[in-house]
T-cell receptor, first 110, second 116 residues
Framework: DAKTTQPTSMDCAEGRAANLPCNHSTISGNEYVYWYRQIHSQGPQYIIHGLKNNETNEMASLIITEDRKSSTLILPHATLRDTAVYYCIVRYNQGGKLIFGQGTELSVKP | DTEVTQTPKHLVMGMTNKKSLKCEQHMGHRAMYWYKQKAKKPPELMFVYSYEKLSINESVPSRFSPECPNSSLLNLHLHALQPEDSALYLC???????????????FGPGTRLTVL
């Protein structure tokens, strides 16, 4: 599975959009980009995933660059409850592995 | 039911004890996973079961023994653990078509294990 690079930490003001970047320059053609988050002392939570196209669901939007070497997770109106560690993961859907990197610790501040 | 449940929430055991962690899901998922997470570190994959058969073992020591007795249950049997095995143990499940892709994983809340 391709490796990802994320900033260690980020701050965001409550009510503003949180934009979390991820670099995955060695991603291969059939690897998907997945985002999970882990709120303190809870299990990770699936947020969104995509292959080439931008994706949106009720939680977030995922923007993948045309060359697929990077992506951005957007939380449109961050709340205090969005404070968590956010993990960007690339993986083959044919394999069972989900390899977590160090993630970005997002702090949403009032 | 869209939950993965894990019992117990907390477990304290001595190095000579035998204990088991239990994970259950009723979403009809046919792939189940065990992860280990040390404090302030990301989760690390331990085992993957697909259709009740072990498909991935990430070189986990034999003192950890997984078991998948049916499509809803996943156990992790623990024996002769070391203090460094103290961690949060997470279970997850995902939909998987036979011979097809693994979908996104749903995680349980974890069992916090302390080995004395």
């Amino acid at each position: 599975d391709a490796k990802t690079t994320q900033p260690t930490s980020m701050d965001c003001a409550e009510g503003r959009a949180a934009n979390l970047p991820c670099n995955h320059s060695t991603i291969s053609g059939n690897e998907y980009v997945y985002w999970y988050r882990q709120i303190h002392s809870q299990g990770p939570q699936y947020i969104i995933h995509g292959l080439k196209n931008n994706e949106t669901n009720e939680m977030a939007s995922l923007i993948i660059t045309e060359d697929r070497k990077s992506s951005t997770l957007i939380l449109p109106h961050a709340t205090l409850r969005d404070t968590a560690v956010y993990y960007c993961i690339v993986r083959y859907n044919q394999g069972g592995k989900l390899i977590f990197g160090q993630g970005t610790e997002l702090s949403v501040k009032p | 039911d869209t939950e993965v449940t894990q019992t117990p929430k907390h477990l304290v055991m001595g190095m000579t004890n035998k204990k088991s962690l239990k994970c259950e899901q009723h979403m009809g998922h046919r792939a189940m996973y065990w992860y280990k997470q040390k404090a302030k570190k990301p989760p690390e994959l331990m085992f993957v079961y697909s259709y009740e058969k072990l498909s991935i073992n990430e070189s986990v020591p034999s003192r950890f023994s997984p078991e998948c007795p049916n499509s809803s249950l996943l156990n992790l049997h623990l024996h002769a653990l070391q203090p460094e095995d103290s961690a949060l143990y997470l279970c997850a499940s995902s939909h998987k078509r036979e011979g097809g892709d693994y979908n996104e994983q749903f995680f349980g809340p974890g069992t916090r294990l302390t080995v004395l």
